[in-house]
Structures are given as structure tokens and as C-alpha cells.
């Protein structure tokens, strides 16, 4: 198989990465050949079938419909929705333009602190106070009293590390398998080049041009064409015949 990335620098609660996979095994009890993948974010398992290139990764963005019912479920003030479009984009809190991606801490579920709760009455436009007091020579202030055995409020933006997972028959006509990520081919819902990558058909097309070439070869020239046309995000591929 052939190998080739690009990668970024690092950061830190706001830093966070997609990530895919695909392991070939024969099954035990038929037999048979088959291929488990899973991925996490906008990486892509393609595999090269007869009647074209199957898409066996999911993708975790707003813009998947079963993704944005997922997130929206756990919004619980409808006036700051966890989807949002920013920048033309639907991205979730606003920022984010995946659903699902190792790290991003800051939105993760956390334990929300009395500032985020207030926040958040705040934008109902609620008085959140559960009782008020006035000492003598002091300012009035608010007293919150949960009870003693309620669980701690969780902040839930719905960002997850949980992969989607899938298991294939693998076929005596199957061709070959990319593991990639969305540097390479940046938007699956359209089957189009966003961002200036390229689609199913130009990356069967080039891998059809370069028969008889070494794997690395390959993952080079797709790579090389992907940034060619424009591509700007990271690209990192593996290509197995």
C-alpha cells in the first residue's frame, strides 16, 4: 500500500482531529472476506466497486440530516440553537464545522458553572434567582438553592469521538481502497469538489491513468492533483490495490 500526509501544527482545547480506519479480515465461520471501517468527523473510506466508488464512511457535519437531528435534540434554549450557520457555513456553537471529532474540548460536555447557567437565563430572558436576601449594609444578591441529591448540570454542545462503523463483503471485482481525509475529497453530500478537491469519478479516473504504478506513486499524484485544483485542507491518504 502506498502512504502520504500533510499535517498541521497543534494547539489546545480548540484543537482537534477526524480520523478513519479499515482492517480486512476473513470471517471465521464462512469464510468470507470482509472489510470493517470507521471513521469519526469528514474522513472518507472509499472503495472502488464495480459501477463505481462506494462512499462506506458517514459524515459527520451539520450539514448530514441524522447528525443535525442529533445535535438540535439537546439544545434546550431555542434561541441560541447548538447549529448555527457562522460564515455561511452551519457550524455547531458557532464554530465548529464538524459533529463528531477527537479533541475540541472546549466542546465537550462539561459540568456547567452558575455563569453559564446565567448566561443562558439570560438569553430566555428569565430571572434565575431562587431567593433573594439583604444583609444589613450589603447588596442584595441572589441565593441559589438545588436540591441536595440533583445531579450536576452538564453544558452539551453534542460533539462526540463515537465512530460510525461498518462491515463489507469484500467482491473478487473490487478494485482498491482510500482511506482519506477531506483535503482529499471535501464534500460528499454534493458528490462535488467543494473547496476545490476532487470528486469520486476524478480521483477513479487518475487511479485508472496510473495502472501499473506503485501505490505511493498514486497516493502522490492524488494528493499533488487535490492541491492542484485548490484544495487548502489537510491531505493524508492511504491507497491499498
Not at 482545547?13 to 479480515?25: L, N, Q, W
Not at 472489510?35 to 472503495?47: D, E, Y
Not at 475540541?104 to 447557567?117: G, M, T
Request: charged share 25%; aromatic share 4%; hydrophobic share 35%.
Amino acid at each position: 500500500f502506498g502512504i502520504i500526509g500533510a499535517g498541521r501544527g497543534v494547539g489546545g482545547a480548540t484543537c482537534g482531529a477526524s480520523a478513519a480506519t479499515a482492517i480486512v479480515y476473513r470471517d471465521p465461520g464462512d469464510g468470507a472476506l470482509r472489510l470493517v471501517s470507521a471513521n469519526v468527523g469528514n474522513t472518507v473510506v472509499l472503495l472502488k466497486r464495480r459501477g463505481g466508488v462506494a462512499v462506506l464512511s458517514a459524515l459527520h457535519t451539520p450539514e448530514n440530516a441524522t447528525e443535525y437531528s442529533r445535535v438540535q435534540r439537546l439544545g434546550t434554549n431555542p434561541r441560541m440553537p447548538l447549529i448555527r450557520e457562522t460564515g455561511g457555513r452551519l457550524r455547531l456553537g458557532g464554530s465548529l464545522s464538524l459533529t463528531r471529532a477527537f479533541g475540541d474540548a472546549y466542546l465537550k460536555p462539561v459540568e456547567a458553572s452558575d455563569d453559564d447557567e446565567e448566561e443562558e437565563e439570560q438569553e430566555r430572558g428569565g430571572d434565575r434567582s431562587a431567593a433573594r436576601l439583604v444583609g444589613e449594609g450589603a447588596a442584595e444578591r441572589s441565593l441559589r438553592l438545588p436540591p441536595l441529591d440533583a445531579p450536576p448540570k452538564v453544558r452539551d454542545f453534542g460533539l462526540t469521538a463515537e465512530p460510525d462503523v461498518s462491515i463489507t463483503q469484500l467482491r473478487e471485482d473490487d478494485e482498491w481502497l482510500i482511506v482519506a481525509s477531506n483535503g482529499l475529497v471535501s464534500d460528499l453530500t454534493t458528490r462535488q469538489a467543494a473547496g476545490n478537491g476532487l470528486t469520486l469519478e476524478g480521483i477513479d479516473d487518475i487511479v485508472n491513468t496510473l495502472r501499473g504504478e506503485t501505490p505511493a506513486e498514486i497516493c502522490s499524484e492524488l494528493a499533488t492533483v487535490a492541491r492542484r485544483n485548490g484544495s487548502v485542507d489537510d491531505i493524508t491518504l492511504v491507497f491499498v490495490p
